[in-house]
């Protein structure tokens, strides 16, 4: 085999094309499979003076009954030159950074730039464009054989390489949240980025791991940062990741969440460090930090001693449900790590499901005493009863919650999940008759069976009617 390297420009690429002199072996090479957007943003480098890829030809000569034929087969590289033809024939028009954003996905330092040929397709791109894309020379490999079988050979070691995957293509991303991502998940090989002990030691990784830590770095920080901002769980898919890495471009690694972030880390690296037990899953490590994360934040740290204790509980539970495939670890916790498991509803569900039984064991203390219910309270709440107001059936946005104690907290109502019901401000029932009406709309709910809701509104009555003081109070 011989092999010759060269430069050529587009111009020659696609001259040989037309002139059926640069084909396609239909035997080992795949059809056209790029999508139009994949091709557009091939065409955009080329008009930024991006260099593409080696391109890789079979020079094939043959003589048949005294004539002589030479042309050449596309090894490698038929994709980019099918993008480079189609554009030159008009079949497209190359993308807007700015209009386009939604589809083209730029990052912003491309938005910034003049680009005069957005929306706009060959023929109507000015002379000095259309030079440019003519003239753009394209490294090319020439491969000279007469044994068919070892350029079949050279095609299946150029494809064997592995691609990147979605996390090592978004290491490549500009911006500041791919530079916190790579921080604290570490990358192999870069020495500058060992990565957070919660991601090196506690994690269980694969031998062959190609960023499935930074991608769950990743899912974590969003997780974090929107049920704090807004008490949403969202999705945290591949295209969802994608999204978000897209939309935080312009993250800053001074950012005000970074330090709780790292807080949360740490303490979850001090309580399980020196713990004699598996490596988190990621359905795991996504509960744990999110449910640490609320506990710092209102709570004493009398939860702390504890917390592998209760952790160690819930999974042997959760264990034991999922080997008979019944019970709530199973159908609330274990079944949905399984299912849908990215979809940001799915979490909420099992992080509802996994806060309450961690409570139930670790009875965390407020820092506040004058605080009814902590964060971790209003979350399961907010969670289990739909993000709806049980005063008015309609939506509740997190900032705009508060939780009502059905039986009133001055008479006597225990600061508990069943005792708590979620309402707007607005909603929130105050004085003695909007009380006693709400304590009947709630009695009667479906969940509750009809003899204790008559013993319920009966005490609430009871208590409410002799209270003559204060009964108008806000909890």
Not at 97 to 107: G, L, S
Request: charged share 30%.
């Amino acid at each position: 085999m011989e092999l010759k390297s060269e430069v050529i420009t587009v111009r020659d690429i696609l001259e040989l094309k037309d002139n059926n002199m640069l084909l396609v072996n239909a035997e080992y090479q795949r059809g056209a499979v790029w999508t139009d957007s994949q091709k557009k943003k091939l065409i955009d480098s080329v008009m930024r003076g991006y260099p593409l890829p080696l391109i890789y030809l079979h020079h094939k000569v043959r003589s048949v009954a005294g004539m002589r034929n030479e042309g050449l087969e596309i090894i490698d590289g038929q994709q980019r030159i099918n993008a480079l033809h189609h554009f030159k024939e008009g079949a497209f028009k190359l993308f807007d950074p700015v209009k386009d954003d939604k589809q083209a996905r730029f990052p912003d330092f491309v938005k910034r730039k003049p680009c005069p040929w957005a929306r706009v397709d060959f023929l109507t791109l000015s002379p000095d464009l259309k030079e440019r894309f003519l003239l753009t020379p394209l490294n090319v490999v020439k491969v000279t054989t007469d044994d068919e079988d070892e350029a079949r050979d050279l095609f299946i070691r150029l494809q064997a390489g592995l691609p990147l995957n979605a996390q090592e293509k978004r290491d490549a991303w500009p911006g500041g949240f791919t530079q916190l991502i790579l921080r604290l998940a570490g990358k192999s090989g870069l020495i500058r980025v060992p990565g957070h002990e919660f991601f090196s030691q506690l994690i269980k990784t694969k031998s062959t791991d190609r960023g499935e830590v930074r991608q769950l770095c990743a899912q974590i920080c969003m997780l974090m940062f929107e049920r704090n901002a807004a008490g949403n769980f969202v999705d945290i898919g591949t295209t969802d990741v994608d999204d978000y890495y897209y939309r935080h471009l312009d993250f800053k690694l001074d950012d005000s969440r970074i330090p709780q972030l790292t807080r949360v880390l740490d303490k979850a690296v001090e309580i399980f460090s020196n713990q004699m037990a598996p490596k988190f899953r990621a359905h795991e490590a996504i509960h744990i930090i999110l449910l640490i994360d609320s506990l710092l934040r209102e709570y004493s740290d009398s939860w702390v001693p504890n917390f592998h204790l209760a952790y160690d509980d819930f999974k042997l539970r959760a264990a034991q449900d999922k080997k008979a495939r019944n019970g709530d670890f199973w159908f609330e916790y274990g079944a949905l790590t399984q299912t849908q498991s990215a979809q940001g509803r799915t979490i909420q569900r099992r992080h509802a499901f996994f806060s309450e039984q961690m409570l139930s064991t670790l009875k965390p203390k407020l820092l506040d005493s004058t605080r009814i219910y902590g964060e971790v309270e209003r979350e399961i709440l907010y969670y289990q009863q739909g993000k709806k107001c049980a005063q008015c059936g309609q939506d509740v946005k997190w900032s705009d919650m508060e939780i009502h104690h059905v039986e009133e907290h001055h008479t006597g109502g225990g600061t508990t999940l069943d005792n708590g019901a979620v309402v707007h401000k607005a909603c929130h029932p105050k004085g003695v008759e909007a009380t006693l009406a709400f304590a009947r709309k709630w009695a009667t709910r479906e969940k509750k069976r009809p003899s204790d809701g008559d013993l319920l509104l009966q005490e609430l009555e009871e208590k409410i009617l002799n209270d003559s003081e204060e009964v108008d109070e806000a909890d």
